[in-house]
């Protein structure tokens, strides 16, 4: 396999998704890769899991089904400063961290507001991706968000499920401005599958697709290795 690695898996914790930890880590195993990060949604979002559900997530094992298990969160951007809805105690306790613009948790903003809002959450020292950063309805400069990226060594994500021709982000063209931008200045992206179901955990189709119209190195990719990962986990 290509790619060995799933940042962003949600688990019935999260509200509106479907399988537990266990389902989710185990179809990893299946599928073969060798990392997957369990990134349920904070509490700000309608459903989220509970602030105790992340602090307790240490006694989740590192190692489950032979491949290794982060443990994190997928927080919520709060205001267009980059703040976000958990705190740094509790972020400084999980091995991973997705910061995202979800429509209840902030509205939408023009593309100024929003493009601060995101370089506002790269500057936290626990954010490690900037989830599905292509969404319409907060549109972004991705000069100014792909060199800040680079500045403050975040990845930005390429969600395979806001490719999906049935959902509703419509980022398509956002994600070839943005992929483009990260070729020209040799900036590095993960993938994301964004499964809120275990049959989808590791499914990259989506992205793959648009990845190879668009002739995008794969060294740029960062699922194809742990180690390339981890260069980008602070904590």
Same mark, same amino acid.
């Given at each position: ?23 989710? &880590? ?6 073969? +890769?060798?990392? =997957?990060?369990?990134?349920? #949604?904070? @509490?700000? %979002?309608?459903? /989220? ?36 809805? &958990? ?6 306790? +999980?091995?991973? =961290?997705?910061?995202?613009? #979800?429509? @209840?948790? %902030?509205?939408? /903003? ?44 975040? +990845? ?8 999906? @021709? ?70």
């Amino acid at each position: 396999m290509d790619y060995v690695l799933d940042t962003h898996c949600h688990t019935i914790v999260s509200g509106h998704a479907y399988s537990t930890l266990e389902e989710v &880590v185990k179809k990893a195993a299946d599928e073969g +890769l060798e990392l =997957v990060a369990i990134t349920d #949604h904070a @509490p700000g %979002l309608p459903g /989220g899991a509970h602030m105790f559900y992340f602090s307790n997530l240490h006694v989740v094992p590192n190692n489950m089904y032979g491949i290794e298990v982060l443990r994190g969160i997928e927080v919520n951007i709060i205001s267009y400063d980059g703040n976000i809805d &958990v705190d740094d105690y509790t972020l400084s306790r +999980l091995d991973i =961290v997705i910061a995202s613009l #979800h429509p @209840p948790c %902030l509205d939408f /903003g023009n593309i100024e507001q929003n493009t601060n809002a995101v370089i506002g959450a790269m500057k936290n020292p626990y954010v490690n991706i900037i989830g599905h950063p292509d969404d319409g309805r907060y549109p972004l400069d991705y000069d100014k968000v792909v060199k800040a990226a680079r500045d403050y060594n975040v +990845l930005l994500e390429l969600n395979n499920t806001s490719l999906n @021709p049935k959902g509703f982000r419509k980022g398509i063209e956002n994600d070839k401005i943005m992929l483009k931008k990260c070729m020209e200045l040799n900036v590095p992206i993960v993938l994301g599958s964004d499964a809120h179901i275990s049959f989808d955990v590791g499914n990259f189709d989506n992205s793959i697709k648009l990845l190879e119209e668009i002739n995008f190195p794969k060294e740029l990719v960062v699922n194809t290795s742990k180690d390339k990962l981890k260069r980008f986990l602070k904590g």
